[in-house]
């Protein structure tokens, strides 16, 4: 198997992740046949600061609790909203019934009194 030369334009991943600054400071690079020993891995330099775990964990959960929180308002509306339309329907049908049984109350009345009264005209002798 050949191996072919190192080709000076294809960036070390070292200088992709810390920019070709510091990956040259950190391990200058010669043009070296690979040797069958893996190198050993360059430590960071000073400069580059390790991640803050708490401040993005502290990010990453109230992002999730307010999308949480979000989707939990959307269904306590639609919820409510459905609770009372049930509620208003029921009690529209309650009253429905109510309203029409005071409505014909109403006009058995109203139609017995206007009965009476046309009568009262037509046969004024059977009054007195």
Avoid: C, Y
């Amino acid at each position: 198997m050949s191996q072919q030369p190192f080709d000076q334009g294809i960036p070390l991943l070292t200088e992709v992740l810390l920019g070709p600054e510091v990956a040259e400071a950190v391990a200058p690079v010669a043009a070296a046949p690979a040797v069958e020993e893996a190198p050993a891995a360059p430590a960071l330099p000073p400069t580059v600061a390790q991640p803050d775990w708490d401040a993005i964990e502290q990010r990453l959960t109230q992002r999730i609790l307010h999308q949480v929180q979000s989707k939990i308002d959307h269904l306590l509306e639609e919820r409510i909203a459905h609770v009372l339309q049930t509620a208003l329907q029921n009690a529209l049908i309650g009253m429905r019934g109510a309203l029409r049984e005071d409505l014909q109350q109403s006009l058995e009345q109203i139609v017995a009194h206007a009965v009476s009264h046309e009568l009262g005209h037509l046969h004024p002798a059977a009054q007195a």
